[in-house]
């Protein structure tokens, strides 16, 4: 990426990465849609609740395994094949310790996390039968997320994207199998999910004894380099601090939505399944700016990795645009995809036209803050989002519950209230940062 034409360099990245997001979020939403069709409504809301639970711990590792794509990206920007499979021995290890640990942690909390979010007692069994069986099984999606953000760093986004698509069909075909031939409800769409991430964790970990270049995994280099450990912590920590707190903090969104009921509850559910899809294009192409930065500053080039962060900005936001029209246009049938009740779909068609012509909005915190992760800077973006969607969107969910108007719109326009907050401090912040002055590596 650090030569020739920018928006081939970005969609070339990124649209591939942008499909596999998309098979990614098939694992979530076809357990949804299974145990919203053929199980149960308390199903439905259980499954589709527990998101901020499973992200508050994947959140922190996805923010450390980040700290090891920009220093990989930049290493490898830089051409110093040592430094790199110096970095992927080091992610990797550190990652199977993480996976120990989290394991433990996820089981032991999953109870005390659906209690804490005033979950109803009709869904309270099935989320937390659903959150132990998937925190059994989160080593294959930590072994997966850190392997292909290896293969991202060095710019090969299309290998991990082809292992998603099998994996994802894979889950598709174990939801309906364990549900529909065997009856295992909430229990079977979990262990399809699991079942399905070891594969892909499988497939990416084979690539990397494979390969031929500086990322190859050799057990003769398989040890930890403290001081490259380190660095990894160094730049991920404050993003891994920035995720797990926005995760809290959506725990706390979620008991406000949970006070309106179970249909208020499945709404919200076939509301952030499709917000899902609308946060992909401008993800994806913020990755790519991630990346793209990383690279150029690797080799010094801070004025090409500003131009290609402001391209990808762009980009982010025709994208979003194209994909939120048909939403806005067929908002119920979207809903009803999921769960055909008319109460739930009711909730959720309202969520959908209040919230949804804001994301343009996210495109500029999105891409901008990728920008500053690739250049070395996670600290700036932490600060940020954490006093938009922690400090700023806790303090208007209680002004508006307790003081203004308690209903299940105003509570939910916190969304779109904090990314303001954030686009507008992140947009200033950037435009008077100094890329070059924060790159991770030396000439």
């Known amino acids: 990426m650090t030569e020739g034409n920018i928006v081939r360099h970005i969609l070339t990245f990124a649209f591939p990465l942008l499909i ?122 930590m072994v997966y997320n850190m392997g292909a953000g290896i293969l991202r760093a060095v710019g090969d986004s299309q290998k991990p994207f082809l292992f998603l698509v099998f994996s994802a069909l894979l889950n598709i075909g174990l939801d309906l199998l364990f549900v529909l031939k065997f009856g295992m409800g909430v229990e079977g769409v979990a262990y399809a999910t699991i079942l399905s991430q070891g594969l892909s964790a499988l497939l990416v970990v084979i690539t990397l004894l494979a390969s031929r270049s500086c990322i190859r995994l050799e057990l003769k280099y398989l040890k930890i380099s403290w001081r490259m ?74 004025a090409r990795a500003r131009k290609g962060a402001d391209t990808a900005l762009i980009m982010a936001a025709a994208g979003t645009v194209i994909a939120m029209i048909p939403v806005l246009i067929f908002a ?43 250049a070395g800077d996670t600290k700036a973006p932490m600060i940020i989002m954490l006093l938009s969607f922690v ?5 208007y969910l209680y002004i508006m519950a307790n003081f203004i108007m308690n209903e299940h719109i105003p509570i939910a326009m916190g969304y779109p209230a904090g990314w303001l907050v954030c686009s507008t401090i992140t947009f200033i912040y950037y435009r008077r940062a100094d890329l070059g002055r924060t790159r991770v590596v030396e000439d």
């Open 20 to 141: 596999g997001n998309i098979f990614q979020q098939l694992y979530n939403m076809v357990d949804t849609w299974v145990v919203g069709r053929y199980v149960s409504d308390e199903a439905f809301s259980a499954v589709g609740s527990i998101g901020p639970i499973t992200n508050l711990l994947i959140g922190i590792f996805l923010g450390l395994s980040s700290g090891a794509g920009v220093v990989i990206s930049q290493y490898y920007g830089a051409k110093n094949d040592g430094k790199v499979r110096e970095a992927v021995h080091t992610s990797l290890l550190m990652t199977l310790g993480l996976a120990v640990l989290f394991t433990g942690l996820g089981i032991f909390l999953a109870p005390i996390m659906v209690d804490f979010m005033k979950t109803p007692a009709d869904v309270r069994p099935e989320a937390i039968a659903y959150l132990t069986i998937y925190f059994s099984g989160i080593a294959g999606l």
């Open 391 to 395: 400090a700023f969107r806790q303090v």
């Open 332 to 374: 119920e049938g979207a809903v009803a995809f999921f769960n055909p009740n008319p109460d739930v779909v009711r909730y959720g068609s309202e969520f959908l036209r209040y919230i949804t012509p804001f994301y343009v909005l996210c495109c500029v915190n999105q891409v901008y803050s990728g920008a500053l992760r690739g």
């Open 229 to 302: 450990l380190g660095t990894i912590f160094r730049i991920g920590t404050p993003a891994a601090l920035q995720m797990a707190v926005t995760s809290f903090s959506n725990v706390f969104v979620q008991s406000y939505i949970n006070h309106f009921g179970t249909f208020c509850m499945g709404g919200w559910t076939a509301y952030n399944k499709i917000d899902a899809l609308l946060f992909m294009p401008m993800q994806s192409i913020a990755l790519a700016s991630t990346t793209f930065v990383g690279q150029n500053l690797g080799k010094n080039q801070p």
